[in-house]
């Protein structure tokens, strides 16, 4: 089959397009991450689209057991990014509400929970999307020094993954990587633990 130029170009068009879920915290307390996020998918050839209706997750209300606040949030969320194609964010804590949440929020909304999980399929971390998607042609740049990485419990725990972060890292030209023995020990941060916790967390 002859797919026409112009379909063929809407298509590749769409392969590289992108939408970013900033999160409340970068958004808030650390927007530079934000504009490196789109600087290094822009880097890969990735169109990036940014939602300016984008809010939160509904993360934070749903851990303090506010279930109605948390779901009233998730389906803004779904409003906003029901029709986008795939969705990169720079949290794996918002990414696991997204992908293993919601579908517990909207269980009895048959019409919400099809949404849900469709966005839920679309929706990736990160180092996640980076490595998945380029694999060997990835490009991380340059950076001399050492570095360890501590494994977020969201990532490892909720999303399954493992890989990623390292293989990126990995890739950084002039880093070493060393690993430590506590690298799956909780930060203590996790959201709202460090507020119920602050022992601990402290």
């Known amino acids: 089959m002859v797919v026409p130029q112009r379909k063929f170009k809407e298509t590749l068009d769409r392969s590289r397009r992108v ?17 490196s996020v789109v600087r290094v998918l822009t880097r890969h050839g990735m169109h990036v689209n940014f939602p300016s209706e984008q809010t939160c ?43 293993k949440f919601y579908p517990e929020l909207f269980h009895g909304d048959p019409v919400l929970l099809s949404s849900a999980n469709a966005v839920a399929e679309r929706l990736f971390e990160f180092s996640e999307f980076l490595v998945d998607t380029f694999g060997n042609e990835l490009t991380a740049g340059h950076l001399k020094g050492v570095a360890t990485y501590h494994k977020c419990c969201h990532l490892l725990r909720e999303l399954g993954i493992r890989d990623q972060p390292l293989e990126l890292m990995d ?13 799956e020990v909780c930060c203590g941060f996790g959201g709202l633990f460090s507020v119920k916790m602050p022992d601990i967390s402290t």
Do not use: W, Y
Request: proline share 4%.
């Open 19 to 35: 939408t970013l879920f900033v999160t409340c915290l970068v958004d808030q307390f650390k927007p530079e991450i934000g504009d």
């Open 57 to 99: 997750c509904g993360q934070p209300a749903f851990n303090s057991g506010f279930v109605s606040d948390a779901r009233s949030v998730a389906k803004r969320f779904l409003d906003v990014f029901e029709s986008e194609g795939r969705i990169v964010t720079p949290s794996g804590s918002c990414a696991a509400m997204v992908r």
């Open 171 to 183: 890739a950084i030209d002039g880093l070493e990587l060393r690993d430590h023995d506590k690298s």
